[in-house]
């Protein structure tokens, strides 16, 4: 039985939100952290060009090892994952298997709401593509769903602008255009592995009663239930409290900005995939 570490990929940086918080629920387990970031924003790419470039970061983590892969990407979850999963993982060997953090956001989103009327922000690809109300009202019917996409979002927390005073200004406006959908809405959901870093902006504009959710430690407790119910798969995980980091692009570039993501210092490798 070959073990291997826990792959988690995302399009850029943003992922490192969310394996900062699984590392820190899971730290036992080894992990393998790839970031496209040649090939960043994937957010208002063709869900044809995001699958292809997630499938092959995916084939990449796969030949490393990796028997388990986190798409830490709320983009390559929505417009590739499905597809993976359908197509591609039942045509190859062994245990493989590859999840998302749309799911497990929407499987305990309804559970958050009193007034059952819930907000996304995301990129207007994660927006277009549908895939949280879809997937909401799988679990939670009654709940309404209003989205908005926040296109300057992104490029404002890689340039480093995420805490400047012109931040302010795309954050306020993005959140009274979602909170003019529906005067009820009493939960938030972070819809971008990037959009943490505002957090500080973006409570400064929200009521006290409206709760906003950070997917970090939802896909963390999400894959630490994931990992008890399959033992089969857990036990192709190895244990050694191991991280490395791949990027596609610049090495010092991405150890630069993925400090901030992660909380700590990285050191990176730098890998072509093509």
Not at 136 to 142: C, D, R, T, V
Not at 191 to 197: K, V
Not at 232 to 237: D, M, R
């Given at each position: 039985?070959?073990?291997?570490?826990?792959?988690?990929?995302?399009?850029?940086?943003?992922?490192?939100?969310?394996?900062?918080e699984?590392?820190?629920?899971?730290?036992?387990?080894?992990y393998l952290?790839?970031?496209?970031?040649?090939?960043?924003?994937?957010?208002?790419?063709?869900?044809e060009?995001?699958?292809?470039?997630?499938?092959?970061?995916v084939?990449?983590?796969?030949?490393?090892?990796?028997?388990?892969?986190?798409?830490?990407?709320?983009?390559?979850?929505?417009?590739?994952?499905?597809?993976?999963?359908?197509?591609?993982?039942?045509?190859?060997?062994?245990?493989?298997?590859?999840?998302?953090?749309?799911?497990?956001?929407a499987?305990?989103?309804?559970?958050m709401?009193?007034?059952?009327?819930?907000?996304?922000?995301?990129?207007?690809?994660?927006v277009?593509?549908?895939?949280?109300?879809?997937?909401?009202?799988?679990?939670?019917?009654?709940?309404?769903?209003?989205?908005?996409?926040?296109?300057?979002?992104?490029?404002?927390?890689?340039?480093d602008?995420?805490?400047?005073?012109?931040?302010?200004?795309?954050?306020?406006?993005?959140?009274?255009?979602?909170?003019?959908?529906?005067?009820?809405?009493?939960?938030?959901?972070?819809?971008?592995?990037?959009?943490?870093?505002?957090?500080?902006k973006?409570?400064?504009y929200?009521?006290?009663?409206?709760?906003?959710?950070?997917?970090?430690?939802?896909?963390?407790?999400?894959?630490?239930?994931?990992?008890?119910?399959?033992p089969?798969?857990?036990?192709?995980?190895s244990?050694?409290?191991q991280?490395?980091?791949?990027?596609?692009?610049?090495?010092?570039?991405?150890?630069?900005?993925?400090?901030?993501?992660?909380?700590?210092?990285?050191?990176?490798?730098?890998?072509?995939?093509?």
């Open positions: 039985m070959q073990q291997g570490p826990i792959g988690v990929f995302d399009s850029g940086y943003g992922g490192l939100t969310v394996l900062k699984v590392v820190r629920q899971l730290p036992d387990y080894d952290y790839l970031g496209d970031n040649a090939r960043a924003p994937y957010g208002t790419r063709s869900f060009t995001v699958y292809h470039y997630t499938l092959e970061c084939n990449y983590l796969f030949s490393q090892g990796c028997s388990l892969i986190i798409l830490a990407c709320n983009t390559a979850s929505a417009k590739a994952l499905r597809s993976i999963q359908q197509n591609d993982l039942p045509k190859m060997t062994g245990n493989k298997r590859v999840l998302g953090v749309i799911r497990p956001t499987e305990i989103v309804g559970n709401t009193r007034s059952k009327q819930i907000g996304i922000l995301g990129t207007a690809g994660t277009a593509s549908g895939s949280y109300p879809i997937e909401i009202q799988k679990y939670f019917p009654q709940v309404g769903v209003h989205q908005e996409a926040c296109p300057m979002w992104v490029p404002l927390v890689e340039n602008e995420y805490d400047s005073p012109g931040a302010d200004y795309f954050v306020k406006q993005h959140l009274e255009r979602l909170l003019n959908k529906s005067s009820e809405i009493d939960t938030i959901v972070l819809g971008c592995t990037h959009y943490p870093l505002l957090a500080g973006i409570l400064k929200l009521s006290p009663d409206i709760k906003l959710l950070s997917q970090g430690e939802i896909v963390a407790h999400s894959l630490s239930d994931y990992l008890n119910r399959h089969e798969i857990e036990a192709l995980c244990r050694h409290g991280r490395h980091f791949l990027t596609t692009d610049s090495i010092e570039v991405f150890e630069k900005h993925a400090s901030r993501f992660f909380g700590k210092p990285v050191r990176a490798e730098h890998i072509d995939l093509v």
